[in-house]
């Protein structure tokens, strides 16, 4: 059983910052792929940042500068540093991860995501 764990949402004013986390447990060989992203109301779900295990990143174009996405692959965890935060942010955060996992006696990589954090910028 594999999880995947949130933390570090809130409400923020505009202009402030927020540092959201993500760990990973389980029964996991290793990790591939990290990744941040957003849902907001009546919206779908985009993604916000990524990160390879080797450390290469990937951001949507709306946070290009004002986010930050980092690693540490000896906790199994993912970082969303945020910078800046406008009202647009505001959404559910989901963090997503690529695991290698044993499935039926074979190993193979799977996506698990966490339950979600909330995020609301507002004065």
């Known amino acids: 059983q594999v999880r995947a764990v949130e933390s570090g949402g809130g409400l923020v004013q505009p202009g402030g910052s927020l540092r959201l986390s993500c760990a990973a447990s389980g029964s996991i060989f290793s990790i591939n792929d990290m990744g941040w992203y957003r849902q907001a109301p009546g919206k779908q779900r985009e993604l916000v940042a990524s990160?390879?295990?080797?450390?290469?990143?990937n951001y949507a174009d709306s946070v290009k500068g004002s986010f930050t996405i980092s690693r540490d692959n000896a906790k199994n965890t993912v970082y969303l540093q945020m910078n800046s935060l406008k009202p647009e942010d505001t959404a559910v955060y989901y963090c997503k991860v690529l695991a290698l996992v044993a499935v039926a006696g074979s190993l193979g990589y799977r996506d698990y995501w966490g339950q979600g954090t909330q995020v609301t910028v507002s004065s």
């Open positions: 990160i390879t295990s080797g450390g290469r990143t």
